[in-house]
């Protein structure tokens, strides 16, 4: 099943960040373009949307972000090289994942946060759930997460959060949840939310991951949500509007994901990243797997 039963069509992907952790590798170079192994990270996440059912997919952008489009659209010089010189293979990678026209762009502009980047999908979204993915997560395919998200939706209404258990002292990083359990072992009903806690002040080890399934009503409540953690305006903050009162957009609830989700937001997580995925590739693995045993029997 994926979401087209749900009544979801529109994906909506931030990409509007600076990417200062990645300096000096994104001063010109948006960070969504940064590879894991030989595809940009943003390529994952567009992947996955399309792989559950959305047709709809708008990136909120902003200056230095023309890489992204291009990226997305058809490259028929290349193309027609690749063909000439028989190079399926090649050829291959770079056939669209993506129809060009089912990807759309605005700028954010003055980038205020998270909550108004996706305050800046209102107009394209207009009044009908949507789907939110931030780039800095990859999802593995092999655990489909959202269209349990969407599923949540169609039984519950309202808004659904990916959550998922960590370690205490890693809950400073995220958004953090307050939870009651439901009926279904893998979802739970939010009654609160804090945008990174400090140490000691989260309410559970329950954080946000960068999916959402967002009810349209979250929009008015971004339009006078005051800016909150680092000075900027938070999803986190929207969202625990509508966890406090559900008259306006419907309950908050959270599918608890236990499957492979890669953190491509700072180096070291990055470089993990890159690491365990080209491990598992059938082209590259064996002898990446190979060399890396051997390097860390050199003990470097
Ligand atoms: C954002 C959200 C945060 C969430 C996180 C998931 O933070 O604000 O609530 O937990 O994504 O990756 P960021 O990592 O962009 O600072």
């Known amino acids: 099943m994926n979401t087209a039963h749900s009544g979801l069509v529109k994906a909506v992907i931030p ?15 948006p960070k ?29 952008t902003g200056r230095n972000k023309y890489a992204l489009e291009e990226h997305f659209d058809r490259n028929c010089e290349l193309e027609d090289t690749l063909r000439r010189k028989g ?14 026209a089912t990807l759309h762009y605005v700028r954010q502009g003055d980038p205020r946060g998270l909550g108004h980047a996706v305050l ?10 949507f789907v939110v993915l931030l780039g800095d997560d990859l999802i593995d395919p092999r655990d489909p997460l959202l269209t349990r998200m969407a599923e949540v939706r169609q039984e519950f209404g ?9 370690d205490p002292d890693q809950v400073h ?43 349209p009503a979250v929009f ?19 969202l625990r509007r509508l966890a406090e009162d559900e008259t306006i957009g419907g309950p908050v609830h959270g599918v608890v994901f236990k499957g492979r989700r890669y953190d491509t937001g ?11 995925l080209a491990c598992e590739r059938e082209d590259l693995g064996p002898d990446f797997r190979a060399w890396l045993r051997q390097l860390v029997a050199e003990g470097s």
Not at 89 to 96: F, G, P, V
Not at 266 to 276: A, F, N, S
């Open 15 to 29: 990409a509007a960040g600076l990417g200062t952790r990645f300096l000096p590798a994104t001063k010109a170079t």
């Open 173 to 215: 990083l995220y958004g953090c949840a307050s939870v009651r359990p439901t009926a279904d072992e893998d979802v739970v009903r939010i009654t609160d939310l804090v945008e990174k806690p400090a140490p000691g002040e989260a309410p559970s080890n329950h954080v946000v991951i960068g999916r959402y399934v967002l009810d």
């Open 87 to 100: 190079d399926y293979e090649r050829l291959s990678r770079i056939e669209q994942s993506a129809d060009p």
């Open 120 to 129: 800046c999908a209102q107009p394209h979204v207009g009044d009908e759930p």
């Open 158 to 166: 309202g808004s659904v959060v990916a959550l998922m258990e960590v």
């Open 220 to 238: 008015e409540v971004l339009r006078t949500t005051e800016p909150g953690r680092g000075g900027e305006i938070q999803l986190t903050d929207a």
């Open 266 to 276: 700072d180096r070291g997580d990055y470089l993990r990243t890159i690491v365990r």
């Open 32 to 60: 969504e373009m940064l590879p894991v192994v030989d595809k940009p990270a943003i390529q994952y996440v567009v992947e996955e949307a399309l792989a559950a059912g959305l047709t709809d997919v708008l990136m909120i």
